[in-house]
């Protein structure tokens, strides 16, 4: 029998030592007993949370916080709809329902942790937030680090113009009551210019300022026909100048303007002109059936020569 032996080369390898096996050592008995204290922490803040009862304001489908031992808590407020200041009791973690209305000195209290700021009201939002705009842009800027409208919450009888105290922080701001210092015939003095839609760059009063200038023009860009009653007056005093008149003012009546106008001589009229092509349908006196031979322009030079007529 012959044996055949194989002799195999011997192979070499570099084997390299595997880094240890991390050690999972257990935690210190210190670390253990922090994170029993911190769970006990929120446990005990989860119970006593069920029994407290705090202050907030609230917005109509908005939602309060609370802090309790230094955790913030977000409840969506029981009825949904309540907009108002409110003392809220939890239901649960997410859950509070009103439990009374707050009354004056416990929002004094709550607001007077808060700088105050005057500001002048635009217009209403919806519900009770407002758009307002600061009365004095130095300060606002001061405080504020820039000058720009502001949301108001729960502004309790509001009138466009009306210069008002809020109290808040950064975008949050709470109405807390009418500014009676200011002087009202400001605010009427802008309310009567917008009535009459004076256009901004013609609006011009004693104690103007430019920030009522500036919470003028928030307040036209969101009144009806604002704008188009401007193109109007522009059209109608540029027809009535090219002839020598001056506009007083003029209503709308539809397919026509009414139209109260002055010519040179001082003399005051009142005209029924058509909107289309500003053709006279009614010049105020009698033409002999002819109104409707003249526009606003020509209605002037008639005027003034009306014994030749």
């Not at 705090?54 to 913030?72: E, H, N, S, W, Y």
């Not at 709809?81 to 000195?105: H, Q, R």
Request: glycine share 8%.
């Amino acid at each position: 029998m012959i044996l055949i032996t194989v002799v195999l080369p011997v192979l070499y390898y570099q084997f390299r030592p595997l880094p240890p096996a991390p050690c999972l050592l257990p935690f210190p008995s210190s670390t253990m007993t922090n994170i029993r204290e911190l769970l006990l922490q929120i446990a005990y803040a989860e119970a006593q949370l069920l029994s407290t009862r705090f202050l907030a304001p609230c917005v109509k489908g908005g939602r309060v916080r609370t802090r309790v031992k230094g955790m913030v808590y977000t409840f969506t407020p029981k009825p949904r709809n309540f907009e108002g200041w409110g003392i809220f009791k939890p239901l649960d973690e997410k859950t509070a329902a009103v439990a009374e209305i707050a009354d004056l000195p416990q929002i004094e209290a709550y607001l007077d942790r808060f700088p105050k700021i005057r500001l002048r009201l635009a217009h209403c939002l919806q519900n009770q937030t407002w758009l307002a705009y600061p009365v004095n842009e130095a300060d606002a800027r001061q405080r504020l680090k820039k000058v720009k409208p502001l949301v108001v919450h729960l502004v309790t009888g509001g009138v466009t113009f009306e210069t008002i105290i809020a109290r808040g922080h950064g975008h949050c701001h709470w109405f807390e009551e009418i500014d009676r210092r200011a002087d009202p015939d400001l605010t009427q003095n802008l309310q009567s210019a917008l009535k009459e839609m004076i256009p901004v760059d013609e609006l011009e009063f004693k104690g103007m300022t430019p920030e009522m200038r500036t919470v003028y023009e928030l307040v036209s860009r969101r009144t009806d026909g604002f704008d188009s009653s401007q193109k109007d007056e522009k059209r109608l005093r540029a027809a009535l100048g090219l002839g020598g008149g001056q506009l007083d003012g003029f209503q709308d009546g539809g397919n026509y303007w009414t139209v109260n106008w002055t010519t040179a001589d001082g003399f005051h009229h009142t005209s029924a002109i058509a909107k289309s092509d500003l053709t006279v349908i009614s010049s105020g006196i009698c033409l002999s059936g002819r109104d409707r031979d003249f526009d606003l322009q020509s209605l002037v030079g008639v005027m003034e020569n009306k014994e030749d007529i």
